[in-house]
């Protein structure tokens, strides 16, 4: 796609989000440009252009244009929410939600997943062992998370089962800290997986019905000393970093640090245990430099698990090498590139071009 067909996307998006007033559609007329509306969310202003520039009907919901549906030739609708599309099958979507279940399924396939363990709260197993003790008696509780941990050996990921963005995802390296991440965690989700951390480049590989659109290596939310400035002075500027964050101390603590701690001139200091774009980390295109083993890899787990469209996340030591060894640490139905486009206009050029292609198979027109 031509820089001039990428400024012609972000212009005509401004201004032909149709409207619809509750159950009888309003007038074909323009939204207010986004400058005085609602600020749309990207994939929407995308969306909009795309669907102007082959006369297809969009109707979005106009307090925030976060959903929708695109009206075909046919009268067909292709219904939108976010960057949730009608692509992938719901009960594929569903089992990527829950990572426990899609780690499951993916290792009954033959592929590497780390060494993980589900595990439940109190509550949700005193229910289950009254309701449904045959149940319960499979199921695993934070004493079994602590096991887990002395036997694969530290450092750990605890995240919740289910959910995206990061949050709450901690990274742990010692029993103590593990048994108050747990006690914490537990009070505000009914499941969490705790998985045993595995060395390596993290990826997201975006793959579109059997081929690699984009390939991303995530590095962590990060500062560099400067030999003057504490911790808290250099992660100042960085959007989104709080230090009342339960998962900055830990990640501190690990490297010996705190937030007062004043880093060596040249001390690259991870301020947050995970790489997810929307919790800061920065996002480098790889896709050339991936090896054609691990997109091949990346296209049969989309397929595996019945998706067309699909983020598959995985670390692997040499992703540049053929046969490189690899694990999956989730797939993600609705890969969001919001954080990646705001890094500059190559970033931005690249997500207009990836979401193109997905609204060309969504509608089964061609923009190429």
């Known amino acids: 796609m031509s820089s001039r067909m990428a400024r012609q996307i972000r212009t005509s998006s401004k201004s032909i989000i149709w409207q619809i007033h509750g159950n009888r559609e309003t007038e074909k007329r323009p939204c207010q440009t986004m400058e005085k509306a609602t600020p749309r969310p990207l994939v929407q202003r995308i969306l ?30 292709r219904f939108f929410r976010g960057s949730h599309f009608d692509l992938n099958p719901l009960g594929a979507a569903e089992i990527a939600d829950d990572k426990a279940y899609t780690l499951g399924f993916l290792k009954r396939d033959g592929y590497s997943v780390p060494d993980s363990l589900l595990i439940h709260a109190f509550d949700v197993l005193a229910g289950l062992r009254v309701q449904k003790p045959e149940i319960a008696e499979h199921m695993h509780s934070a004493e079994d998370a602590l096991q887990f941990a002395e036997n694969t050996g530290y450092p750990v990921f605890v995240k919740p089962n289910s959910g995206q963005e990061g949050e709450d995802v901690v990274r742990l390296d010692a029993r103590a800290n593990l048994e108050r991440a747990l006690t914490d965690l537990l009070m505000r989700h009914s499941s969490l997986l705790v998985q045993k951390a595995i060395p390596g480049s993290d990826l997201r590989i975006l793959v579109l019905d059997g081929e690699v659109l984009l390939a991303l290596h995530r590095q962590p939310v990060h500062v560099t000393g400067d030999g003057e400035r504490s911790v808290e002075e250099l992660a100042f500027s960085i959007t989104g970093i709080n230090f009342r964050d339960p998962r900055v101390e830990p990640e501190l603590t690990r490297q010996g640090l705190g937030p007062a701690s004043i880093p060596e001139e040249g001390q690259t200091v991870e301020l947050l245990p995970n790489k997810n774009l929307s919790a800061g980390a920065i996002a480098h295109d790889v896709t050339d430099q991936i090896s054609d083993d691990l997109k091949a890899t990346a296209i049969a787990i989309c397929k595996a698990l019945g998706h067309r469209y699909a983020g598959i996340d995985l670390i692997s030591e040499t992703p540049e090498q053929t046969g490189g060894s690899y694990a999956v640490l989730e797939v993600n139905a609705a890969p969001g590139l919001n954080r990646y486009a705001a890094q500059g206009e190559t970033e931005l050029q690249q997500v207009i071009e990836v979401y193109e292609r997905v609204f060309d198979a969504l509608t089964g027109h061609n923009s190429q």
Do not use: N
């Not at 006369?55 to 959903?67: F, H, K, R, T, V």
């Open 48 to 77: 909009a252009g795309y669907c102007a520039r082959h006369g297809l009907p969009l109707i979005c919901d106009e307090s925030s244009g976060q959903a929708g549906f695109i009206q075909l030739e046919d009268g067909t609708r």
